[in-house]
C-alpha cells in the first residue's frame, strides 16, 4: 500500500488565490513527521515545511500552511496569495519512527502534484 | 557554500557497463542518502548511511551497491547498468536538529543508459 499519497497529478490555480495541495498518509508508528518539498523545473529540492505527529498547532511558513488533521491522516500544503514562481512540482514527504531513534530521517515521497499559476 | 555536490550532472551509458556517482557533502553531517526520482514515482530510496562506516538498504536497492568512503562521501556504484535504472538519482545528507532532520538534497544526477 502506498505510504503517502498525492491523488492530484495536476493543480492550476489563478496568481493571487490560495491552493491547497492533498496528501494522504499512512503509518503505524506514534512518532513520525510529514514534510513539504518543491521542485521547480531547474531540478533542486527545496524544503518547505514540516509537521510533527504530536504537534497540536498547524505549522506555517510564511505563505505556507500545513492542514494537518491526524484522525483522517491528511496533510495538505495550503499555498496563499499564489505567484508565479510557485509554479513547480510539490512532494509531500513522511519520516516514520521516533525522530531521536533508527528513523535516520529516511524519508518517503509521494508521486507529486504538478502546480501551475496563472497570470 | 556548496552544502552537497554531486558528479557528474549528466550520463548516458550503454546497458553493461558501470558506473559511479559521486557525492560529497561540507555540512558535517553523519547521514547520507541516495535517492532516484522517475517520471509519477516519486523519489525513492535505494540506500542510505546513518553514519560513517554504516550503509543500510532502502526501498530500492538492487542493482546498487554504495560506499561511504568517508563522513563527506557517499558514492553510489551500478554495476552492470541497465535500461530501468534511467532516471535522475539525489543525494542528500541530514543531521539529527531534534525531529526535523532536515534534509539537504543535491542538484541531481541525470542517468540514461540505452
Known amino acids: 500500500a502506498q505510504k503517502i499519497t498525492q491523488t492530484q497529478p495536476g493543480m492550476f490555480v489563478q496568481e493571487k488565490e490560495a491552493v491547497t495541495l492533498d496528501c494522504t498518509y499512512d503509518t503505524s508508528d506514534q512518532s513520525y513527521g510529514l514534510f513539504w518539498y518543491k521542485q521547480p523545473s531547474s531540478g533542486e529540492m527545496i524544503f518547505l515545511i514540516y509537521q510533527g505527529s504530536y504537534d497540536e498547532q498547524n505549522a506555517t511558513e510564511g505563505r505556507y500552511s500545513l492542514n494537518f488533521q491526524k484522525a483522517r491522516k491528511s496533510a495538505n500544503l495550503v499555498i496563499s496569495a499564489s505567484q508565479l514562481g510557485d509554479s513547480a512540482m510539490y512532494f509531500c514527504a513522511m519520516r516514520e519512527g521516533d525522530a531521536g531513534g533508527t528513523s535516520y530521517g529516511k524519508l518517503t515521497f509521494g508521486q507529486g502534484t504538478i502546480l501551475t499559476v496563472h497570470p | 557554500n556548496a552544502g552537497v555536490t554531486q558528479t557528474p550532472k549528466f550520463q548516458v551509458l550503454k546497458t553493461g557497463q558501470s558506473m559511479t556517482l559521486q557525492c560529497a557533502q561540507d555540512?558535517?553531517?553523519?547521514?547520507m542518502y541516495w535517492y532516484r526520482q522517475d517520471p509519477g514515482m516519486g523519489l525513492r530510496l535505494i540506500y542510505y548511511s546513518a553514519s560513517e562506516g554504516t550503509t543500510d538498504k532502502g526501498e530500492v536497492p538492487n542493482g546498487y551497491n554504495v560506499s561511504r568512503l568517508n563522513k563527506r562521501e557517499f558514492s553510489l556504484r551500478l554495476e552492470s547498468a541497465a535500461p530501468s535504472q534511467t532516471s535522475v538519482y539525489f543525494c542528500?545528507?541530514?543531521?539529527?536538529?531534534?525531529?526535523?532532520?532536515?534534509?539537504?538534497f543535491g542538484d541531481g544526477t541525470r542517468l540514461s543508459i540505452l
Open positions: 542528500a545528507s541530514s543531521e539529527w536538529r531534534g525531529e526535523l532532520w532536515p534534509q539537504h
Open positions: 555540512m558535517n553531517h553523519n547521514s
